[in-house]
């Protein structure tokens, strides 16, 4: 049985950095993934990292656009370290070799992103992530003697000893189909969000809440859940990702009439104000009759004025996704753009350390809320997010790790897991096909759980996923091998999609305010006297997931009237 | 504006499986899927997958061209099928079918899923593929001219999907050719000023026989990726920094046979066949052929030699004399050579700093 002091779940940006640090404090380190390392969805994060590096800009500045991107939810102190601990971070990575773009003095060079008061955004063209995933790859091959790699590996359940405690996990070695349990003396989650439950999403078919799900399933508690991120500019024809840097240098949005709308929302910050702002007036343009396209559900993204030099240098990605998928060409034509499912703020609540209220687990990155973004987060802070929160639960897991006794886990849950896939492959062909349930399930949840929400859409949706579940229960699947069986991983995949959707729509219904990506079009007004609080979703069996509260801190920075 | 919303139609897509678990042999499969003609290839088979057969096999994640999970062969081409539009891959097919297949150079584990651990990740560990870090370490960010990090970001853009891999005709005849990824990987290290062992990052790579000098210029894996990177442009690109930078004369000969190639066809237009390997060992000039190392390879080369005459490749009279250009075409020739030579700085090919072709010319008003 492999056993390690710290055991890292997901290798994108948050499990590389933890696992980097747990080995640079001396602790024996796996680092276990369903994908290849370098497919991780960090991977296509495009417009870059915020930092307050540039000597006229101070950190604080950073928290404060934080917090209020936040719509206050956000926790102070959670905020505070994020950006007080960037700069150096960003300067760590550009000496592992990030090949951040640099000024004509060579320095970093910073670009201007959403809801940001300067310009404070370090990007390497508009493949940030890409390229800071690659690099930490290549710190962790030079790392091979001290971490160990289970790349497409896929991981079943977590493990908790009597004491509650988290002692391991059960995973499968998805090439082989063999079942293995890792003992740990700590497991860092860092397995990435749950997009997935959204149709479209910009977010890769990986992003299914695994990690979410597994420790909601031993007992930690969600939180943020109902705050979902629709980005404001996804490509109409299928949902993909067009970079928010776009606007960042210099983009319009354009109506149906030409208008550049954004004055009526945001008149200061235009384009650049905070996603959810922006999303939801792309959305009342569109539902008032204004939007361009098919339909009229589209919004045009100007990437004309830009100039086009800069734009083949800067923004390369985003001229091959607009060639390659829309069959438009940005630097000649507006391109035709929606809100669409992006991100989730919410996810496994923990403290400012990584660590989870179950002891032995820890959370970074997607996966985790600690919380930093609140009701919304500022493009460019989740790179951020990954990357301080990640080194630091690996810091603490690898520190709480010595003088620890290995535990020692018996064969119990691995049996239990071997036998519950021997079942969903022997299923007879009676319910529905697990592709059909799943694509139910995205398709609702962007009806209903989207940018404007209201009880009985909620409710609707509630009542959907309960069936959904239910029927899932039953649902088949075609592949009766142990190779490479995606199969039975998508129908493992699909239950814990379902358990994030659950707790996001009783979340949504719970929040009777607006705040952030949460707007209730029947409690149009945020209300800090009731709301200025997390909700948190706790598991209760298969019954309907139970609601209760954690308060906001606050530090500096008192709730104001949040305007752009 | 795009031809984005055109209606689904029927597709067909002929799939290669392959069970390890059964024992048998591989074949083909069709399925007949609807969508939009410019939705991918991997979008066909991810709706076959989830309405007909749930257990066909291949590694997706992004679907847009950044993860790099599905590399493939389509209608014999190596590429992503997320970034292959359904109507081109049409176009491109012999018989009105897309046919779709595991990439080539690495062993197939299961349908569309190839090893690429034990191939593509081995080449890449075999470069030393991480930064050695210029002392001392700043306590900022290193200051670096602007144009660098821009330079290896062309390197820095791929995305180890392995579509060159599959492709690379050196490595199919030299299995422990570094090959296109690993070596264009190289040079992100190579061309980046914050590596303290470019010297001897060239010096092992241009000294390994299964290095920088093994690849044949096929063009292959620029044609493969879909990502710009042009491998083939990064190895020669090393092989400029390792002969014109580093002055490295390895020991496979790459160095001579470098310049003997380039001092034959200025001095005479067109290559000079017969002269160029006595010259690549011998030395570059025309009494090359008569040093001992020279003779040594001669005669190595013989039975090669004896079948290209019996073939009439070459005859004893054409390899005595060189090829004969018009007086003015050679002038021009020389001229391409003074215009290079003369420069003060080597203009790289590269795709982040001189963008598109079409970027010269202006925009349609």
Redo the contacts between chains.
């Keep these: 049985m492999p056993a390690h002091d710290v055991l890292i779940i997901g290798a994108g940006l948050a499990g590389q950095r933890a696992a980097l640090a747990a080995a640079d404090a001396g602790a024996s380190v796996a680092l276990l993934s369903k994908?290849?390392p370098?497919?991780?969805?960090s991977?296509?994060a495009a417009g870059g990292i915020n930092a307050a590096?540039n000597p006229a800009d101070d950190w604080r500045s950073h928290a404060f656009d934080t917090v209020k991107g936040s719509d206050f939810l956000g926790d102070q102190d959670a905020i505070e370290i994020m950006c007080s601990e960037a700069p150096g971070e960003v300067?760590h990575l550009?000496?592992?070799?990030v090949?951040?773009?640099?000024?004509?003095?060579?320095?970093?060079?910073l670009r201007a992103f959403g809801g940001a008061s300067m310009n404070r955004t370090a990007y390497?063209?508009d493949?940030t992530g890409?390229?800071m995933l690659?690099?930490l790859y290549?710190?962790i091959?030079?790392y091979s003697d001290r971490i160990d790699r289970y790349?497409e590996w896929f991981v079943t359940s977590l493990v908790l000893d009597d004491d509650g405690g988290c002692v391991g996990v059960v995973a499968r070695d998805i090439?082989s189909g063999r079942m293995e349990t890792f003992a740990a003396k700590n497991v860092i989650l860092a397995s990435g969000g749950a997009g997935q439950c959204y149709k479209p999403t910009t977010n890769?078919?990986?992003c299914t809440g695994d990690g979410i799900a597994q420790a909601y399933r031993v007992g930690a508690p969600l939180m943020d859940m109902e705050m979902i991120q629709y980005h404001p500019t996804t490509l109409?024809?299928?949902g993909?990702?067009i970079t928010e840097g776009a606007r960042g240098e210099g983009a319009h949005l354009l109506n149906a009439d030409g208008e550049r709308f954004m004055e009526k929302y945001a008149p200061n910050k235009m384009e650049l104000a905070s996603r959810d702002v922006v999303s939801r007036a792309e959305q009342t343009e569109i539902n008032e009759g204004r939007g361009v396209?098919?339909g009229g559900g589209g919004i045009y993204l100007d990437i004309t004025v830009v100039d086009?030099?800069r734009v083949?240098?800067a923004l390369?990605?985003i001229v091959?996704?607009g060639r390659?998928?829309?069959?438009?060409d940005i630097?000649?034509?507006?391109?035709?753009i929606r809100p669409g499912q992006h991100y989730i703020m919410g996810g496994v609540k923990t403290d400012i350390n990584g660590a989870t209220p179950i002891p032995g687990l820890y959370a970074a990155g997607e996966v985790a809320c600690v919380s930093v973004h609140g009701g919304n987060r500022l493009g460019a802070n989740s790179l951020l997010d990954t990357l301080i929160f990640g080194r630091r639960s690996g810091e603490h897991a690898a520190a709480r790790a010595t003088g620890m006794a290995m535990p020692s886990l018996g064969d119990d849950q691995l049996r239990r897991d071997a036998t519950e896939i021997d079942d969903i492959i022997g299923r007879e062909r009676t319910g529905r096909?697990?592709?059909?349930i799943k694509?139910e399930l995205g398709v609702e949840m962007n009806r209903n759980v989207a940018v404007f929400r209201d009880e009985a859409g909620l409710r609707n949706a509630h009542e959907i996923v309960r069936r959904l579940k239910e029927e899932a229960k039953s649902a088949y699947?075609?592949?009766?091998?142990?190779?490479?069986?995606?199969?039975v991983l998508?129908a493992l995949e699909l239950s814990f999609m379902l358990d994030c959707a659950e707790a996001t729509v009783v979340a949504a219904i719970e929040r009777k305010e607006s705040r952030g990506a949460q707007f209730r079009t029947d409690y149009p007004e945020r209300n800090d006297e009731v709301w200025l609080k997390h909700i948190d979703i706790g598991r209760n069996g298969d019954d309907v997931p139970e609601v209760s509260y954690s308060p906001v801190t606050i530090t500096q920075w008192q709730p104001e009237e949040r305007k752009y | 504006m795009a031809e984005a919303h055109k209606p689904p139609q029927d597709f067909t897509l002929r799939l290669r499986r392959y069970d390890p678990e059964s024992g048998d042999a591989p074949f083909w499969e069709e399925h007949t899927i609807q969508l939009g003609p410019h939705r991918s290839v991997l979008e066909g088979i991810l709706q076959a997958k989830a309405r007909f057969d749930g257990s066909i096999g291949i590694r997706c994640s992004c679907r847009a061209a950044i993860c790099g999970s599905c590399g493939v062969r389509i209608n014999g081409q190596p590429g992503l099928a997320c970034h292959t539009h359904l109507d081109k891959a049409l176009a491109a097919s012999r018989d009105g079918v897309i046919e779709v297949e595991p990439m080539g150079n690495m062993p197939v584990i299961k349908d569309l899923i190839v090893d690429m651990d034990a191939v593509h990740w081995k080449k890449i560990q075999r470069v030393t593929p991480w930064l050695i870090n210029k002392e001392p370490i700043p306590e900022r960010e290193y200051i670096v001219p602007r144009e660098s990090m821009i330079d290896v970001t062309q390197s820095m853009a791929c995305i180890q999907c392995g579509a060159c891999v599959s492709d690379c005709l050196s490595m199919e005849v030299d299995p422990l050719f570094v090959g296109p990824a690993a070596l264009a990987k190289a040079y992100r290290f190579v061309g980046d000023p914050r590596d303290a062992q470019q010297f001897e990052r060239l010096k092992d790579l241009a000294e390994d026989p299964h290095g920088i000098f093994d690849c044949t210029h096929c063009f292959k894996c620029i044609e493969a990726c879909p990502k710009g990177v042009a491998p083939m442009s990064q190895i020669m690109r090393l092989r400029r920094r390792a002969t014109g930078d580093h002055h490295i004369v390895d020991r496979n000969n790459g160095e001579r046979h470098e310049a003997a190639f380039v001092g034959l066809v200025k001095d005479h237009g067109l290559l000079w066949e017969a002269e160029l390997l006595p010259r690549s060992y011998g030395g570059n000039n025309f009494f090359g052929k008569f040093a001992p190392p020279s003779a040594l390879e001669l005669i190595d080369s013989l039975p090669v030699i004896t079948k290209a005459l019996l073939r009439r490749k070459v005859t004893p009279m054409g390899a005595l004399k060189p090829h004969k250009l018009p007086k003015d075409d050679l002038k021009q020739v020389k001229r391409i050579y003074d215009t290079v030579e003369g420069r003060d700085e080597r203009i790289e090919l590269n795709l982040y700093i001189s963008g598109y072709d079409e970027d010269v010319e202006e925009a349609p008003a």
Aim: proline fraction near 1%.
């Design positions: 994908v290849h370098v497919r991780s969805h991977v296509a590096i300067m550009e000496h592992i070799g090949t951040f773009h640099r000024n004509e003095s060579g320095e970093l060079d390497v063209a493949i890409q390229a690659h690099v290549e710190q091959l030079k790349e090439r890769a078919l990986i109409a024809e299928n993909f990702l396209g098919e086009r030099k083949l240098e390369r990605e091959n996704i390659d998928f829309a069959g438009t630097t000649r034509e507006p391109i035709e096909r697990v592709s059909e694509e699947i075609d592949d009766r091998g142990t190779v490479f069986n995606q199969d998508g």
